[in-house]
Structures are given as structure tokens and as C-alpha cells.
């Protein structure tokens, strides 16, 4: 009887440790039905063990760098999920803790697990499998291809490039959709010193084969991922390379099929993409390690890999799953087991992340007929040696510090000289009412420009590693942008050649915005014109749309083949202009979609400042005899002015300093050399192992430079007003 009590108040006592327990909390970026899926497989999990379980959705973009800053802190998740690729840089900033013994190798597919090791431990537990196969149209293609040589034969039927139809298309210009070609050719992706590999037999002939396709028109031109999808649907593409996340775009009146890629004919090899592995990886701040491993378990093996695998239409890494009667039917989800079988596990070593613009300047000038396939590789490895040079040395702190402290005494001095005996509230008895005024402006100028400038400068004396560590450099970041080490000073990396970029695409917008802008002004002021209000409705809709809307729209409307602006080139007896394939072109396009967006501002200032003219100077004038350019030369312009230097120095800023446009429309194409300072600092800053002291530098040289501007047109206006 004593022995059933003691157990009765056992379990009491562990069912109440497990109701006073905090809930997990797991961090993911599903959606859909992924994210309904996972929803499932947590209530189960809790009804399972008693654990409550917190979920919390984060955008994809930010994931990582929310990890990073909240792990640290003790408030980020006990159990996250992400993709492995990032594996090495969790394990190096201390974010995740080993899987532990419930972890058996024989539960999962044989390329789950290694993706996930590293340096002679487990670091996470696998949940799907991601990677590219061919999706193919049934009713034109009857059976997928199994060589190469097959697949040629077929899409020289599939092909009419000039009635719009094509046998494949995918992301051409993308490493990760090159990367199957590679090791299909043999290829590698480093050297035997770890280090990037550009050159070489495989990769020529891999580069020469996507030229090939390229020329024969068996690929649509500057295929990106919208495209894609809509010629698909459309039925004018019989074969699309991409992943399982293409399923859910596709027009359920499509009758389409998923099949392996095929094999190299020459070589044997499979064209073998990409292997991403989705894992659950534990918090190593985590308070509750055992209910998050457990957790992380649940959700990779058994009923939370089979409600993945059959509610959210993952590729389970267990393989009891596809043991199961509900996932070997699923057409989908057994073909993209068969490609991973194949599959290369993306390295996550971080080398990998260095190589992707360079490769995509080597994919980019191939198919836009500036390079051979010998020349795109060496100008991939020159890219990457420019970009990735060694860091730069440490520098001492104390010159810095005591340089500091002297500049504060100094500081301290002078106020001190020039105070006041009297005091401050007797010389100024208003001021506390007025600082009270305007105390929430200044909150908001503190907090949002000063702080962020502060750390900005700071920022820029110090080089980040890939790693996550800061070291301080001192002026080092400056000296290589202002040397322009590594690459020539003509070259699209120097801050020389970036900066007479901005500077003609500053000063050629803001002379088509006045220009545009005041003879539309002029025209709109005429009181005898009919519609004029219609008419300033309809010109100052693009200054109303959001700016990113209108750069995607003529990002468009450019297209090399699907594009308006060439179908009226073609319509009228042009040849069709690649657009991005040269600097002068990109840079126009650039150009005319802000002069597009640009125009309406300035013809609203101009306008407003025209009828702010008096009539009767008008009238004097035209009784003196002057004509219409003389009036307009003589009374117009002069008084214009004021109201129109602001709104110049206004739109010469916002221009220099247009973001969206050069990265939506050109994307710095070609070959970054319709780059602006703004977008430059923002590649060195997130596209090339994080370097964001690298990228402050840029800030702070950015802000020199308009601080310069600024000054000379205040001294050019008081000169004028004197």
C-alpha cells in the first residue's frame, strides 16, 4: 500500500515538474502547407510526451541573422530548423549543440547524414531533402530523357525559338542550376588546397555544353524563375530544371512528370545537383537539452517525418517513411528521391559562398555572348581572387584611444573657454519649454541617424569574419578602397570607376527629371488646355507607384525576348537589343526607368513654383515686345530658381543614392559595372562574406562625398541670394 503511494506521488511530481516546464521553443520559416504539416507534427509530438511546444514563423532572409543575435543572449529557440549549408558558421559562432545517441545513421537516406557532420560530430537531425530534377510536359514529352545524347535529340524537336517555344529552360545565369553540369562533366569544386576551382576540363566542357543549348536556342533567354514558371504553364517550355518548390507554381491544368536529370553520355555521370539537407538543430543555450533533443528527433523520424512527407509534401531523410504505402504512391516525392540519391551535398565549408558571383560573371558573360567557355572560367577565378583577398592585419588600439581621449579633452576645453558666467536658464528662461517641444524630434534624430552613423564610422575600422569576429584594422578598409588594391582603378570593383558611374547616372537623372519635368510644367499651366487635370493625374501615378513595382515592371518590359521595348524594335525593322549585355544599354535602361519615376516630382515643384508667377510680368513683357523664349529665359527661369535648386539638390541625393533601381533593373549588369556606390556597398556588405567593414567603409566615403556636394551647393546658393 506504501510502496503504491510512494509511486501515485511520483508520478504527481514528475506530471507537475512537466506542467511547471516552460514550453519549447522552435523556430522555422515554413509556410503552406510545410508549415500546416509542422503544426501537426508538434501536436502530436505533444501528445506524445506532454511537452508543450511555442512556434514561432521568421521571414527566411532574416533567419540567420536573428539566430546569430538571439542564441547568444539566452532568448533565441530551443530547436530550429534550417538548411545545412550554414551548418559550419552555426558550429563556429557557438549556436548549436551536437545530436545526441537517439541518432542512428540506418533511420536515414545514405547523403542525409554527412551533410551534417562536421568535424567528427553530428550537429543535427535530417528532415527533408531538397534538390533539382526535370520536370517535363507528358503531353509532349512521353518519356524523360537518360543521357545527354537523348535529351539533344529530343529538344531539337521540342525547339522553335522563333514561334516562342523551347525544349528547356531553367536559371541559367545561377551556379546552383550550373552546378549539376559540373559534376555531371566530372568536375570538383575545390582545388586540392580547398581552395575554389574555376578552371579546368570539366568545367569548360560543363560551360561549353550550356552554351551549346544556349546557342541553338533550345533555352530561352535570361531566364529567371517567374519566367520560367509562366512558359511553362504556358506550354511553349517542354522541360524545366528546379526543385520541389516549382510543384506548387505549376497550373493544376498542367499534366506534368518529375524525373532524375540525365547522365553525361561522354562521361557516364549523372548530372548531379545540389543536395540540400532541411535539418532540426538544437539550441546550445538551450535550458531543457533533453526535451529539445527529443523534439528534434520526433520530428525527423516516424509520425513527424510521415505528417511532413504526406501533409507538407517534403522529401523525408527517414526511411521508414518511404517504406510506407501513402508516400511510395506519391509520384513527387518518390522522383525526388531517386535525384537525391544522386545528389552532391552542398559543402558547407565557407569557401563554397565565394564562389557564386564570380560564377555567375563566368554564366552571365557566356550566355550573353561576351566570353568563350576558356575565358569565363579565368574571369571567374580573376573575380574571385579581387574579391576574396587576404584581410587585412591587425592594427595597435591605444594610438586610437589615447587619440580619442585627447580629442575629448580638447573638446572639454573649448566648451569650458567659452562658457557663459551667467546662467543658462537666465540667459535662455524659454529654452526648457522649447527643448520640450522639440524633444521627440530629437529622440527620433538620435536614435535614428546619429546612433546608426556612430556605429557605421566605428564599423569601418574594423574587418568582420566569416566566423563572426571582429578585429580592428584601423584605417586598413579605407587605404584598399582608396588604392583600389586588386583590381585597376577602370575596372567595375574600384571605388574610382564606381564612383564616375554614380556620378553620371546622378547628373544625367536629375537633367532628364528638371528638363522633363518643367516642359510638362509649362504645358500643364496653359489655362486653355483641356483635361489638365486628368492629364496630372495620369503624370504623377509613377512618382505614386512604389518604386521596386516599377523597376520589376521594366525590368520587364527590357526582357532580350519577351521584352515590349524590343517587340516595337522588331516591329519597326530593329534588331532586338540585349539590353544588359553591354554598359551603355544597361546604364540607359537604368536611366529611363528612373527618369520614368523621377519626372513627376519635379514637374509638381515646377508647377507649383509657375503659378507663383505673377501674370502681369508676362504681360509687360510681351507689350516690350519679348518673345516667348526671352519671357521664358528672362522671367521664368530667374524665378524658378529658388524653388527649383532645392528640389535639384533633393533629387541629386535620392538619386545618388537609388538602390532599387540598379539592383532590380540592371542588377549592376554587366558584370557590376552599372553598379552604383549605394549597391556596391550593399554587395560587400551581403553577397561576399559578409564584409561589413569593408561595406562601412563604402558608407562612410559615401557620406563624404554628398557631405562635399552639399557644401558647395549651399555656398553656390548664398552666393546667388547675395
Not at 569544386?189 to 575554389?196: E, K, N, Q, V
Not at 520526433?298 to 517504406?323: C, E, I, M, N, W
Not at 506519391?330 to 522522383?335: C, G, L, N, T, Y
Not at 521594366?554 to 517587340?567: C, D, P, S, V
Request: net charge neutral; hydrophobic share 50%; charged share 15%.
Amino acid at each position: 500500500m506504501n510502496a503504491a503511494r510512494t509511486g501515485a506521488l511520483a508520478l504527481l511530481l514528475v506530471a507537475g515538474a512537466a506542467a511547471a516546464a516552460p514550453p519549447l521553443r522552435l523556430w522555422h520559416a515554413y509556410r503552406g502547407a510545410e508549415e500546416a504539416a509542422l503544426e501537426q507534427a508538434v501536436k502530436r509530438f505533444t501528445e506524445e510526451s506532454g511537452t508543450q511546444v511555442e512556434l514561432l514563423a521568421l521571414p527566411y532572409d532574416a533567419f540567420a541573422s536573428k539566430l546569430a543575435s538571439a542564441i547568444p543572449h539566452g532568448v533565441g529557440p530551443d530547436v530550429f530548423l534550417y538548411a545545412h549549408e550554414k551548418l559550419r558558421s552555426f558550429r563556429e559562432k557557438g549556436l548549436l549543440a551536437r545530436a545526441d545517441s537517439r541518432l542512428v545513421a540506418a533511420d536515414y537516406l545514405p547523403n542525409a547524414l554527412p551533410a551534417l557532420q562536421l568535424d567528427g560530430a553530428t550537429w543535427g537531425y535530417p528532415l527533408s531533402l531538397k534538390c533539382l530534377a526535370l520536370y517535363y510536359d507528358r503531353d509532349r514529352v512521353p518519356s524523360p530523357p537518360a543521357t545527354t545524347d537523348e535529351w539533344l535529340l529530343q529538344l531539337e524537336q521540342l525547339s522553335r525559338p522563333e514561334d516562342g517555344q523551347f525544349g528547356l529552360a531553367y536559371e541559367a545565369g545561377d551556379f546552383y542550376f550550373h552546378a549539376p553540369f559540373l559534376f555531371g562533366f566530372g568536375g570538383t569544386l575545390f582545388d586540392g588546397a580547398g581552395h575554389a576551382r574555376f578552371t579546368g576540363k570539366p568545367m569548360e566542357d560543363s560551360l561549353a555544353f550550356v552554351l551549346g543549348l544556349h546557342r541553338r536556342g533550345y533555352l530561352p533567354e535570361e531566364a529567371s524563375g517567374a519566367l520560367v514558371k509562366s512558359l511553362f504553364n504556358a506550354q511553349r517550355v517542354a522541360m524545366v530544371i528546379s526543385g520541389p518548390w516549382f510543384a506548387g507554381e505549376i497550373s493544376p491544368e498542367m499534366n506534368w512528370g518529375i524525373a532524375p536529370l540525365p547522365s553525361v553520355s561522354s562521361t557516364g555521370l549523372p548530372l548531379a545537383p545540389f543536395l540540400g539537407v532541411e535539418a532540426a538543430f538544437v539550441s546550445s543555450r538551450t535550458q531543457q537539452a533533453e526535451g529539445a533533443q527529443s523534439l528534434a528527433h520526433f520530428l525527423s523520424v516516424g509520425d513527424g517525418a510521415y505528417l511532413r512527407a504526406t501533409a507538407g509534401k517534403q522529401v523525408p531523410a527517414d526511411t521508414a517513411s518511404h517504406r510506407t504505402d501513402a508516400v511510395k504512391r506519391d509520384v513527387f516525392i518518390s522522383r525526388f528521391k531517386d535525384a537525391a540519391l544522386h545528389a552532391v551535398p552542398m559543402p558547407h565549408d565557407l569557401e563554397l559562398q565565394k564562389m557564386w558571383e564570380p560564377m555567375k560573371l563566368a554564366l552571365r558573360g557566356l550566355l550573353q555572348g561576351g566570353t568563350t567557355p576558356e575565358a569565363a572560367g579565368a574571369l571567374a577565378d580573376r573575380r574571385y581572387r579581387a574579391l576574396h583577398r587576404p584581410a587585412p592585419p591587425d592594427a595597435p588600439v591605444m594610438p586610437w584611444l589615447w587619440g580619442a581621449a585627447v580629442l575629448g579633452l580638447a573638446a572639454a576645453g573649448w566648451a569650458f573657454s567659452t562658457r557663459s558666467r551667467e546662467p543658462f536658464r537666465k540667459r535662455y528662461p524659454e529654452a526648457w519649454r522649447g527643448l520640450a517641444y522639440v524633444a521627440p524630434a530629437a529622440v527620433g534624430v538620435v536614435v535614428l541617424i546619429l546612433v546608426p552613423f556612430s556605429v557605421g564610422i566605428g564599423l569601418s575600422l574594423f574587418h568582420h569574419e566569416p566566423s563572426g569576429a571582429y578585429r580592428f584594422v584601423g584605417l586598413s578598409n579605407f587605404t584598399d578602397i582608396l588604392q583600389s588594391r586588386g583590381y585597376a582603378i577602370t575596372e567595375p570593383l574600384s571605388f574610382y570607376f564606381t564612383l564616375f558611374v554614380t556620378v553620371a547616372w546622378a547628373a544625367i537623372n536629375v537633367v532628364l527629371h528638371v528638363g522633363i519635368g518643367l516642359l510638362l510644367a509649362l504645358v500643364l499651366k496653359d489655362p486653355l488646355l483641356r483635361l489638365r487635370g486628368l492629364y496630372r493625374v495620369l503624370l504623377i501615378l509613377p512618382w505614386a507607384i512604389p518604386n521596386y513595382i516599377t523597376a520589376l515592371m521594366w525590368k520587364g518590359l527590357f526582357h532580350r525576348q519577351f521584352g515590349a521595348i524590343n517587340a516595337l524594335l522588331v516591329a519597326v525593322g530593329v534588331e532586338p537589343v540585349s539590353w544588359f549585355t553591354r554598359f551603355s544599354t544597361a546604364f540607359a535602361a537604368n536611366v529611363v526607368t528612373n527618369t520614368w519615376l523621377g519626372f513627376p516630382f519635379m514637374m509638381v515643384v515646377s508647377l507649383g513654383a509657375l503659378q507663383s508667377i505673377p501674370q502681369d510680368l508676362y504681360e509687360a513683357a510681351e507689350v516690350d515686345g519679348a518673345s516667348k523664349w526671352v519671357q521664358f529665359r528672362r522671367i521664368t527661369l530667374p524665378l524658378l530658381r529658388p524653388a527649383l535648386l532645392p528640389s535639384v539638390i533633393l533629387g541629386s541625393v535620392w538619386t545618388f543614392n537609388m538602390f532599387n533601381i540598379i539592383y532590380l533593373v540592371s542588377g549592376g549588369e554587366p558584370g557590376g559595372a552599372t553598379d552604383i556606390l549605394v549597391s556596391e556597398a550593399y554587395r560587400w556588405a551581403f553577397q561576399r562574406n559578409e564584409q561589413y567593414g569593408f561595406a562601412a567603409a563604402y558608407s562612410v566615403l559615401i557620406f563624404a562625398v554628398l557631405w562635399l556636394y552639399t557644401t558647395a551647393t549651399k555656398r553656390l546658393t548664398a552666393t546667388e541670394a547675395a
